[in-house]
């Protein structure tokens, strides 16, 4: 094969044709198309992965990686928590007692789940309530709110309120609620609305002594891991002797991240459709080079050049065209990432997304794929027309043109 030869007319090819202007901008076209293809490509993965990290991040937060129920009540207590910590001691365990609670301060009143937690355990796993808890004094009766609760009641700090709690006790032929006074100390802020409205935070011996509850006893145990996937097998082991079970935030969460996943693999499809059409701008683009180079195609065929060196040259135009497009197209694309996450062009609604920069993270998976995919839509694109080149016919050509 001679390979100076198929560089030197490619590289003519290549070179902006004045005599048929609109195979070279149908060239050009293809080019653009590719590369702003790919370049969306990224952008959005970017911006795909990076939203779904940000939920994950937070529902990690308030939801826990994982979180041990009791089957029965009382199968979730001290001894097991012991168990546990022995046996898992890289695993961070806080075990919690719950309840709904309506909580009022003057005429104000707003409802919640309110948690009992051991403060040091708790630190450990949920940096929301570390942050909000770590330089603040907690007694028994002291409360941790979200911000959305504090800023309706209007508190300020070591001020108190009254809590009225759903679980009730008969007195005579009525039936009373249970109600406390707590003392406000402070407030965390996870970035989502729904948590800030609805959570609030005690110690597990205040809810003990209200509830009525076996101070050995949890209503659960909140784990954090940092490989829940694996971590929920070996745990659920142990739990098989305790009639307890276990739940991941992926089985809490599910239906949520299948639709993200769902939207993002639908978003890929349609944004590689963008790619494909330029696709077909190379096509049109060597079609027509074949067409208007006939006579030279024929020439180098009867001057003893192989259909394999005719094909390659046209494979290799049209692979140069898709690939510096790809190439380009990767290059914008981090560029785009780097703009979008330095500077503040987009700015989210805080309320609603959980946090007001655009959250961006493209994955290995995601890159690779968006490669793999451009990169055979280009050869297959290519391969056509230079297939078509082989297939002149020497002879008529020659006498005819």
């Known amino acids: 094969m001679n390979k100076k030869l198929i560089n030197f007319i490619v590289k003519k090819y290549l070179k902006f044709d004045k005599k048929n202007p609109f195979i070279s901008i149908s060239a050009i076209l293809a080019f653009v198309g590719v590369a702003v293809g790919v370049m969306v490509l990224i952008v959005s993965m970017a911006i795909m992965n990076g939203t779904a990290k940000e939920f994950k991040d937070k529902l990690f937060t308030m939801n826990y990686p994982l979180s041990i129920y009791p089957k029965y009540e009382g199968s979730t207590n001290k001894e097991l928590l012991k168990v546990l910590e022995e046996k898992f001691p890289k695993l961070h365990f806080s075990p919690f007692l719950s309840s709904q609670a309506i ?18 355990k708790e630190m450990k796993i949920n940096s929301i309530y570390k942050e909000a808890a770590l330089n603040t004094k907690i007694g028994k009766y002291d409360i941790i709110l979200g911000q959305g609760i504090k ?64 101070s050995n006893e949890y209503d659960g145990i909140h784990v954090y891991s940092d490989d829940a996937f694996a971590d929920i097998k070996l745990i659920e082991k142990v739990l098989q002797d305790y009639d ?53 195609i024929a020439l180098l065929l009867s001057m003893g050049a192989s259909k394999k060196e005719i094909k390659n040259i046209f494979l ?75 297939n002149i016919d020497v002879i008529d050509v020659l006498r005819n043109e």
């Open 244 to 296: 307890a079970g276990i739940v991941g935030w992926w089985q809490q969460n599910g239906n949520f991240f299948a639709a993200m996943e769902m939207e993002k693999k639908a978003l890929f499809i349609v944004l590689m459709l963008i790619i494909l059409i330029a696709s077909l701008n190379i096509i049109s683009s060597l079609l027509m080079t074949v067409m208007s180079r006939r006579k030279e």
């Open 151 to 214: 800023d309706k009641l209007f508190l300020n700090e070591n001020e108190k309120m009254t809590l009225y709690f759903t679980s009730i006790d008969p007195s005579g032929f009525s039936m009373m609620p249970k109600m406390k006074r707590f003392k406000y100390k402070s407030a965390f802020k996870s970035g989502l609305n729904a948590y800030d409205k609805a959570y609030m935070y005690t110690t597990i011996e205040a809810l003990q002594t209200i509830l009525k509850k076996d």
């Open 103 to 120: 909580i009022q301060n003057g005429d104000t009143m707003s409802g919640g789940v309110i948690y009992g937690v051991h403060r040091e």
């Open 316 to 390: 290799r135009l049209g692979t140069i065209i898709g690939f510096s497009g790809i190439a380009s197209g990767v290059a914008l694309g981090f560029f785009g990432i780097y703009i979008l996450d330095n500077f503040n062009i987009i700015s989210l609604p805080a309320d609603v997304y959980g946090t007001s920069k655009l959250p961006l993270l493209l994955s290995n998976t995601d890159f690779f794929s968006i490669l793999i995919g451009a990169i055979v839509i280009v050869i297959l694109s290519s391969y056509y027309p230079a297939k078509k080149a082989t």
